[in-house]
């Protein structure tokens, strides 16, 4: 009985500490796709959500241009798809796209078994992520570059982000996750989340990693934000708007982990919060 007991007081505790905040994070995005839900059939520029606020597909546009001289996009794709089939880098790119799916619960998992002090750390740089990115998803409702290619407002731009699992004989595969985009919030595009997630996994486990392990952490978020643009999912500035909120994020929760422990009048210690997760000594 009282091993039964225990049992059901850890399994409520993991629902509670892990699932419910997942659970809380997918509700936020079905939120913001609520709100954008009548963007879905009218996808143009001046295109109103629920609370009337407009759809932008024009400006990122400009401002890649701007910043590159022509977009990445489709100086990308006339120079890396090849039309008789997709290559091995196509493969890396689907690969690193679909990682996004999968790295947030796995390393909330991961911590929650082995690395406990830092669990609560990571679930709340997630959740403040989360909050971020869905909220503008509400606020500033922006289209993908495969959208603006489809409505002529730039060069060509396809969608490819599932041509790789071609490449490596698992078409079923991307043909699950392209059932999955289709039914998700086309409009959600600023900031990038999935840039956002890859920085929030460098940023996260930057502090005290080696020089090598920090070369890897760094990698991860410019493959994705490589594999997003090649494959018309995001432009380069909302790959970089994901980035700085990424970072804002851990920044910002480590500031205030260290002034809730050592008190604001004095000087905090570094690698607590979110990048680090275990509290700093109080001072004496």
Do not use: K
């Not at 659970?23 to 913001?32: E, N, R, T």
């Not at 001289?69 to 880098?89: A, F, K, N």
């Amino acid at each position: 009985m009282a091993l039964s007991a225990g049992w059901r007081g850890r399994a409520l505790l993991q629902v509670r500490r892990i699932w419910l905040p997942l659970g809380a994070v997918l509700l936020a995005y079905g939120v913001a796709a609520a709100v954008n839900q009548p963007l879905r059939d009218r996808i143009r520029p001046g295109a109103q959500n629920h609370l009337g606020l407009p759809l932008h597909v024009v400006e990122p546009v400009r401002a890649d241009e701007f910043v590159f001289g022509t977009l990445p996009t489709t100086w990308l794709q006339q120079r890396l798809v090849d039309p008789s089939g997709p290559h091995w880098y196509d493969a890396a790119v689907a690969l690193v796209y679909a990682s996004h799916f999968v790295v947030i619960p796995a390393v909330a998992v991961l911590l929650w078994r082995w690395d406990r002090p830092r669990f609560g750390a990571w679930i709340g740089c997630v959740g403040l992520l989360v909050a971020v990115g869905t909220t503008v998803y509400i606020l500033y409702p922006m289209a993908p570059p495969w959208i603006a290619a489809d409505l002529g407002l730039t060069g060509p731009a396809r969608r490819i982000s599932g041509i790789g699992w071609d490449y490596l004989g698992l078409t079923p595969v991307g043909d699950l996750l392209g059932a999955g985009q289709a039914s998700s919030n086309p409009v959600a595009a600023m900031p990038s989340m999935h840039a956002a997630a890859a920085a929030l996994v460098a940023a996260f486990f930057w502090v005290g990693t080696a020089w090598w392990g920090r070369v890897a952490l760094a990698l991860y978020p410019l493959a994705m934000g490589f594999a997003l643009v090649y494959t018309a999912e995001h432009y380069v500035v909302d790959v970089l708007a994901g980035v700085l909120a990424a970072v804002a994020v851990v920044v910002g929760r480590n500031r205030w982990a260290a002034r809730r422990v050592v008190g604001p009048a004095q000087p905090t210690a570094t690698g607590s919060g979110c990048a680090d997760g275990r509290p700093a000594r109080r001072r004496p």
